[in-house]
């Protein structure tokens, strides 16, 4: 199922399912932490995320903006997942045009790419699409949005392409 290797171009769907095996693993401690209180829960769903993404090389984590959201175990790990490869980073390793041109083409035409956090020397692409948005930065990737097949298309193809890219570039 996932790829247990300790190798950086581990793809991020693999990440992803690494992740939600882990967290059903733990649904029980998770329950129970739950139960006791709702910052326990956060804590213990964010240390499952930084032992999954020390596994994959990265810095992943797992965000709640509604906070009733903490209380659906079965969500976790499938929406609203930040991951920092490089949070020095300030420039993309391809022109910022390929990352748009992909949103459109992965995501479908309802995904609006734009420029964003263009300040300091640092790039970014914001994606907007109906049910949420994709913040692209040259070291990290946040998705406030549901995971889906399409979504893990394009991120499978960000980690290939900007995070961990071979020597060819060519999308």
Known sequence: MANHGRTNVAAFSSLMDDLRYNIERNRDSL????????????????????????????????????????????????ENVGIVVDKFRKTFPIPREMLKQKAIELLGSEARPQDAYMYEGKEGVKVVMPEGRIEVLPGSVHFWCRIDEKVRSYADWLVENVYFPTKKTDA
Do not use: C, W
């Not at 709640?64 to 659906?72: E, G, I, Q, R, T």
């Open 31 to 78: 329950a129970t932490a739950l139960k006791r209180s709702p910052n326990m829960a956060y804590k213990k769903v964010n240390e499952l995320a930084l032992f999954v993404g020390s596994r994959h090389n990265v810095n992943l984590q797992l965000h709640f903006p509604a906070h009733n959201k903490l209380s659906d175990i079965g969500s976790y790990g499938t």
